[in-house]
């Protein structure tokens, strides 16, 4: 069943994505920017904790599960150091991700052939 949860939910999240992109004259960057930023607000709100919990994977993958964790992050750096956690605590917070996207792109670009598609 966990299975289960993590697909519906994590679909459902880029069913609201592609529904964004086929409805609206946003651009995938400013999605992607609305998902962040959505997932830090409900994540300091405490609502998308709930949402985790059910979800697991479906919920943290999403770049709203993204946001969630620089808001998680910040609220317990605050909570540890107090003002200056609000500016450390989203990178500690996300490090291994950014790490890993650091990297990983660094790989993709080592092998791609960019150029122009025309």
């Known amino acids: 069943m966990e299975y289960l949860r993590a697909f ?3 679909g459902l999240i880029c069913v609201v994505g592609q529904l964004l992109i ?3 004259r946003l651009t995938p960057a ?6 962040v930023t959505g997932g830090v607000v409900l994540g300091a709100l405490g ?10 994977c479906g919920a943290t ?8 964790l620089l808001a998680e992050g910040v609220r317990t750096a605050v909570a540890e150091k107090g003002l ?6 989203g990178v500690t917070a996300g ?13 993709a670009a080592l092998f791609a052939r960019p150029g122009d598609k025309s």
């Open 30 to 35: 400013r999605i992607m920017v609305l998902y």
């Open 95 to 107: 490090a291994a991700g950014i790490a890993a996207a650091v990297f990983f792109g660094y790989l």
């Open 8 to 10: 519906v939910v994590g």
């Open 84 to 89: 200056l956690g609000a500016f450390t605590g």
């Open 22 to 24: 086929d409805l609206t």
């Open 47 to 56: 609502w998308y904790t709930p949402l985790i919990n059910y979800a697991g």
């Open 61 to 68: 993958v999403p770049l709203c599960g993204f946001g969630s």
